[in-house]
């Protein structure tokens, strides 16, 4: 089970059954924009259409991705690809 | 960065594009690198075909840089060919495959700088396909021109008057002066000091259409225009990466803003030691710091300021660029007293940071607004490197140099 949507220069790819395992929801509670929700089966989703999202919707303040790494069960990555850095 | 003048040739297909995005038609074509790619074009284009060799300088027909292919089966073995040869010792880029005109009457149309009146000069003629210059000295009476004033711009009305002294009553007239109209936007637009259509094609079907194209740009104003996908670091007159980073500061991505300029070239870092990258905040910063830096005797590879609040990826890939270059024994950041938001600046910093795990000491200055949570971001991160010291604003940038170079000396004790 993933989430997988697109940001403004990224892509952020959640693995679900990571989340099994998190206590925290800390990415919901970091996103300062609630672009995230939890749904009712306590997952991770998105508030906001996709569409909204990729055009700015989510700043991309890594804010997600870092609390999941230092408070979650690390199943949030975000990706940022950078030509030549790969 | 001045060397090789101050002018930028584009290749054809190049101005083609630019023409294309301001309305100059275009025969119907693409850039070809290989054989194979374009006999795909040639196939997709399903008509006999012009194959035409990219390279940087005149006299293209003459050398035989032009050829002609009826079938699409023909294409590959005439590509090769082309690839092959030289004009005036230049290697063949690419090439151009487009339909091939059925040409009725071919005219020029051009901009150039007239330096005795000191502006562009618009010039038309009716005496299309060869030197303008030969065309002066030829059929004079055949050229009509027009001064542009910078300041007050052109209409359109300039142009059909301009065209109509040659063409008086032609049916074509306002066709082409709705063509000339969209060179001098294009002109306009992207800081050219030359652009040509030469022949500007009048073909049976009726049709005006820039059978070719020459571009050139003001080098000074080049870093202004991503959208000329300029990508060879010849032309740009920099290394690969300051032109990739280059190419990520100036996409459509206007969040913020990030400048970046690559002082040290790759080759000479990865066979010299002595430099550590460079990263502030707030231009002003930027030279107080590398004043600072010079005075303890620490040499920068890299120059880069990403100011202006730009979003954590934007530092993230500033970050990575800087950290990622060879050799080099530390990384220092640095930020003014910053209005914009310091703590997602700090999380694009601890991405970069954890992913590219560096060795070397890591000092990092954070003053400003949200500064306590981005001093508790870094902290958290810090735990998983080694070698990064967190500042604020109780330490200036003279400190922050010396104690750069403390931890640069105990680095290359350890290694």
Known sequence: MKLRFETFAGEIRVNLDQCK????????????????????RGFPALSKEPSEV????????????????????????????????? | MSEGGSMV????????RLFRANNIPVPAGEFAKTPEEAEEIAKKLGRPIAAKAQVLTGGRGKAGG????????????????????????????????????????????????????????????????????????????????????????????HIRNLVRKLEKGSKEMMKTAQVIFGLY??????????????????????????????????YSALARHAELDIRDIERHRTTERSLRAWYEANSDDYRGTWYYMQLIP??????????????????????????ALNRVGLKIANY????????????????????SQPNIEGYFFISCIASQPLDITARGLVKALIEIRPKFPVLVRIAGNREKEAHEILRLSA??????????????????????????QEFRGTN
């Open chain 1, 21 to 40: 395992k998190c206590k925290t929801h800390a990415c919901v509670s970091a996103c300062p924009v609630n672009v995230l929700k939890l749904d009712e």
């Open chain 2, 383 to 408: 735990g998983l490197l080694r070698r990064v010291e967190i500042y604020g604003r109780e330490v200036d940038e003279d400190f922050c140099a010396r104690r750069m170079k403390e931890l640069v």
């Open chain 2, 185 to 218: 936007e294009a002109y306009r637009h992207c800081d050219a000091t030359l652009m040509e259509i030469n022949p500007l094609a009048l073909t049976e079907e009726g049709k005006i259409v820039a059978a070719d194209a020459r571009v050139q740009i003001d």
């Open chain 2, 304 to 323: 880069c300021d990403t100011s202006g609040s730009p979003p954590a990826s934007k530092i993230y890939r500033a970050s990575k660029i800087i950290l």
């Open chain 2, 266 to 291: 790759e080759d000479v870092l990865a066979k010299e030691y002595g430099y550590i990258g460079f990263h502030a905040v707030g231009g002003g910063e930027s030279m107080l710091s590398m004043d």
């Open chain 2, 9 to 16: 040739n584009l290749y054809e297909y190049e101005g083609k």
């Open chain 1, 54 to 86: 990729k055009k700015g919707g989510c700043i991309e303040c890594l804010a997600c991705e870092q609390e999941c790494l230092s408070k979650g069960s690390h199943a949030l990555e975000i990706l940022l690809p950078l030509l030549g850095y790969e």
């Open chain 2, 66 to 157: 032009i050829k002609f292919a009826e079938r699409p089966d023909e294409v590959a073995r005439t590509v090769e060919e082309l690839m092959k040869i030289q004009i005036k010792g230049q290697k063949v880029h690419g090439v151009l495959i487009e339909e091939k005109l059925n040409i009725a009457k071919e005219y020029y149309a051009g901009i150039i700088v007239d330096d005795a009146i000191k502006a562009p000069v618009l010039l038309f003629s009716t005496y299309g396909g060869m030197e303008i210059e030969n065309i002066a000295e030829k059929y004079p009476e055949k050229i009509v021109s027009i001064p542009i004033k910078v300041l007050e711009g052109m209409r359109i009305y």
